[in-house]
T-cell receptor, first 118, second 107 residues
C-alpha cells in the first residue's frame, strides 16, 4: 500500500515569505507527527496530532509555526515570515496508534520536504 | 547533555566485519527505536523494542532497560549497509532522537 507522502519534495523561498508543507499519512493512521532535521543532526519533534487535534505542540519553535489536520488525515505545516534558520528537512510520520511499545505504534516516515530559505 | 546519546558518531568498516552501534538514554521510555537513513533518503524503521532482543536478517537489536542502554549489531556487514543509523526513544507520544551514527562499509 501507499506509504507516507510529502509535498513538495523541495521548496526554495525567500526570507519573509509564507510556506505550506503537506503530509499525506498512511490511510487509517490516527497519529501524525512533524519533525525537523537540520544538516548533520537527528530529527527534532515539532508537533503531534491524534486525529484532528494537536495533542502535543511543545516542539514548535515559535508562533510563526502552525500545523493543522482538519479531517484527521492530511496535515499541513505552515510557516509564516520564514527565516534562514528555518532551512531544514521537514519530516512527517504516521502511526496506527500513538507512540508506545506495541507494533501498532511503529512510526512510518515520509521522504521529507527540504526547505531552503534564501 | 542530550537525552539520547549515540556512539560512535562515525564508523568505517570493511565488508564482512561485525558492527556495533551504542545508544544510551536518560529518560524513562515505553519503547526504543532504531532507524536507518540513507543519504538524501527517508527514514526507515528497523526495530522497535521495549525489552530483550530482536533479530531481523543480519541485524540484531538489544536493550537493557535497567541500564538505559541499547545496541544495534550488524553481522557480515556489506557496503549497502552504509547509512546513518539513528536511535530514538519514546517516553510519551513523541520520539526523541539521537544525532545518529554514520556508517560506511567499504568493499
Amino acid at each position: 500500500g501507499a506509504g507516507v507522502s510529502q509535498t513538495p519534495s523541495n521548496k526554495v523561498t525567500e526570507k519573509g515569505k509564507y510556506v505550506e508543507l503537506r503530509c499525506d499519512p498512511i490511510s487509517g493512521h490516527t497519529a501524525l507527527y512533524w519533525y525537523r532535521q537540520s544538516l548533520g543532526q537527528g530529527p527534532e519533534f515539532l508537533i503531534y496530532f491524534q486525529g484532528t487535534g494537536a495533542a502535543d505542540d511543545s516542539g514548535l519553535p515559535n508562533d510563526r509555526f502552525f500545523a493543522v489536520r482538519p479531517e484527521g488525515s492530511v496535515s499541513t505545516l505552515k510557516i509564516q515570515r520564514t527565516e534562514r534558520g528555518d532551512s531544514a528537512v521537514y519530516l512527517c510520520a504516521s502511526s496506527l496508534l500513538p507512540s508506545g511499545a506495541t507494533l501498532e505504534s511503529e512510526q512510518f516516515f515520509g521522504p521529507g520536504t527540504r526547505l531552503t530559505v534564501l | 547533555k542530550n537525552e539520547v546519546e549515540q556512539s560512535p558518531q562515525n564508523l568505517t568498516a570493511q565488508e564482512g566485519e561485525f558492527i556495533t552501534i551504542n545508544c544510551s538514554y536518560s529518560v524513562g521510555i515505553s519503547a526504543l527505536h532504531w532507524l536507518q537513513q540513507h543519504p538524501g533518503g527517508g527514514i526507515v524503521s528497523l526495530f522497535m523494542l521495549s525489552s530483550g532482543k530482536k533479530k531481523h536478517g543480519r541485524l540484531i537489536a538489544t536493550i537493557n532497560i535497567q541500564e538505559k542502554h541499547s545496541s544495534l549489531h550488524i553481522t557480515a556487514s556489506h557496503p549497502r549497509d552504509s547509512a546513518v543509523y539513528i536511535c530514538a526513544v519514546s517516553p510519551t507520544d513523541k520520539l526523541i532522537f539521537g544525532t545518529g551514527t554514520r556508517l560506511q562499509v567499504f568493499p
